[in-house]
Structure formats: C-alpha cells, structure tokens
C-alpha cells in the first residue's frame, strides 16, 4: 500500500532518435536515472534508436525525460517519444542492455 506522500510508480517507455549510439548514451542516461532514483533499463534498438524503460513516480519519470530532451545529453538527439503504463515485475537497479 502507499501512503498518501508517496504516489504509485508507473512505467515510462521511451525512445531516443538521433546520432545517440556508440556516444555513451546508454551510460549517460544510466547515470541520470539513477540520480533521479528511477529504476529500469537502457538498450541500443537495431534501427538506432536508444529504448529506455523507466519505473518510478510520474515526476521522476518526467525528470528524466526533460533530462533526455535537455541540451546536456551525448550525440544528438532529435526526438524523444515516450508511452506510460503501469508497472511490471520491477526492475533491481538500472541496467544497460
């Protein structure tokens, strides 16, 4: 159960286009995550595209989202599409895939 101050994780799926592989993106996005205190996993997609899966409180999974959209990332990125769902198994920690 979840007390009133702490509201229910959700899941942000997110995908990064733009010139974001062999950059240090995935460990960039890593390392901002887990400031942010989300957890999940980071991958490189075939088509190059960078997939971000992320678990935490809406807000948090905002954070990172301005983070990822923000001038400060590796590459260049020129799109960021996100899906919100509800939560899976959970995650321990956060991954580069």
Known sequence: MHGHDSPPPVRATIWVRGRVQQVGFRWWTRARALEVGLTGYTSNLGDGRVQVVAEGTHAECERLLALLRGPGTPGQVTGVTEI?????????GFAIR
């Open 84 to 92: 919100w769902s509800a939560t899976g198994e959970g995650y321990d």
